[in-house]
């Protein structure tokens, strides 16, 4: 079964009100591959004006969530809030947010859960770091990250898995083709056994982890992988060559 192409470009904490309209003007101007979705991530700062000069058929998304409706908790954005916005999209579970803001797997399958619940559509962040991969725990650890979100939703035709290796991220590493293609296939394996084939026929796995416009079209060939979690690279002009990877 054919699956839609998916690039997302996150941009992190990176990026000014002049820094973001460039981008946007360049993606609006660019020849992109039509049959490719795209998505992009600024900081919730920007989100809006995102939305207002992003061309139609370019999605945006917050790079977080949080999975309470309203309420006191200072520094987060709702569901709703973004629904409003026209925000369709969130990443949920970034190692960034695991490492450094402690982020447990089942808190992200709570925001998971009710990002779908609201209407988003989840990009789902899984990774092992190197040690873990050294240790020949990384199946291991990314099914873990997955049976989290899987005690939560039923329902994953609203999510996008991003697999990205925590010690690629940022790093100029990146995983071979081959070490890429296994871990997703995997994944799709895993798909299969706790959601359903036709879940895992349909479920987009992408890649992330230094994707770069010279290794994204090799990344692309693969069976397994269908598209790219973009970092450092989508805030450059060649984020145009890595969204026309699969043409």
């Not at 009710?114 to 789902?124: E, F, K, Y």
């Not at 984020?239 to 026309?244: G, K, L, R």
């Amino acid at each position: 079964m054919a699956r839609q192409f998916f690039v997302g470009g996150n941009f992190k904490m990176n990026g000014s009100v002049k820094t973001i309209t460039s981008i946007i003007e360049n993606l609006n101007n660019a020849k992109l591959d039509a049959s490719t979705e795209v998505v992009i991530a600024p900081s919730s700062l920007y989100l809006l004006i995102a939305r207002e000069h992003l061309r139609q058929g370019l999605e945006v998304a917050a790079q977080n969530v949080f999975d309470k409706p309203n309420g006191a908790f200072t520094g987060e954005i709702s569901v709703e809030q973004l629904k409003e916005s026209n925000i369709t999209w969130t990443l949920v579970g970034h190692s960034e947010r695991r490492v450094i803001l402690q982020e447990e797997d089942s808190f992200i399958a709570n925001k998971t859960k009710a990002a779908l619940d609201g209407g988003l559509n989840v990009i789902l962040c899984i990774g092992e770091t190197l040690e873990q991969r050294e240790a020949n725990k990384t199946i291991d650890i990314v099914t873990y990250q997955l049976n989290a979100v899987a005690e939560k939703v039923q329902d994953w035709s609203h999510i996008v898995i991003a697999y990205e290796p925590v010690w690629a991220i940022g790093t100029g590493k990146v995983a071979s083709t081959e070490q890429a293609q296994e871990v997703h296939a995997a994944i799709r394996s895993w798909l299969v056994t706790k959601v359903s084939k036709e879940t895992s026929e349909k479920t987009r796995i992408i890649y992330g982890g230094s994707v770069s416009e010279k290794n994204s079209r090799e990344l692309a060939k693969q069976p397994d992988i269908d598209g790219f979690l973009v970092g450092g690279a989508s805030l450059k002009p060649a984020f145009v060559d890595i969204i026309n990877s699969n043409s």
